[in-house]
């Protein structure tokens, strides 16, 4: 299985982002996916996830500005960022809520004050 996550960059606080992550090789309907981002300071935490269905779950420090979504015909599950902070800094990765797949390379995501 292979996760491509992309659609990061550097933007101002208060501003928004999209990010997407292709997956390949899974059954991806059957897959509950997440979004996790990762710090030195922090190390890798889950921020959303979202079940075949379409049930989401947040982590509270986004709860109300992000939103997962799903295309289970393209295989991609997406982030989109809302009222981004800088301590949202980060780079990004998907993976299943389980983290049962490799992890890609991820996306950074760079918030500025």
């Known amino acids: 299985v292979q996760l491509q996550a992309s659609g990061g960059g550097l933007v101002q606080a208060g501003g928004s982002l999209r990010l997407s992550c292709k997956v390949s090789?899974?059954?991806?309907?059957?897959?509950?996916m997440a979004w996790y981002r990762q710090t030195p300071q922090k190390g890798r935490e889950q921020v959303a996830s979202?079940?075949?269905?379409?049930?989401?779950n947040y982590e509270d420090s986004v709860k109300g500005r992000f939103v997962i979504s799903r295309d289970n015909a393209k295989n991609t599950v997406y982030l989109q960022m809302n009222n981004l902070k800088p301590e949202d800094t980060a780079v990004y990765y998907c993976?299943?809520?389980?983290?049962?797949?490799?992890w890609g390379q991820g996306t950074q995501v760079t918030v500025s004050s």
């Open positions: 993976n299943t809520a389980s983290s049962e797949y490799d």
């Open positions: 090789g899974s059954i991806f309907r059957l897959d509950i």
């Open positions: 979202i079940t075949g269905f379409g049930s989401t």
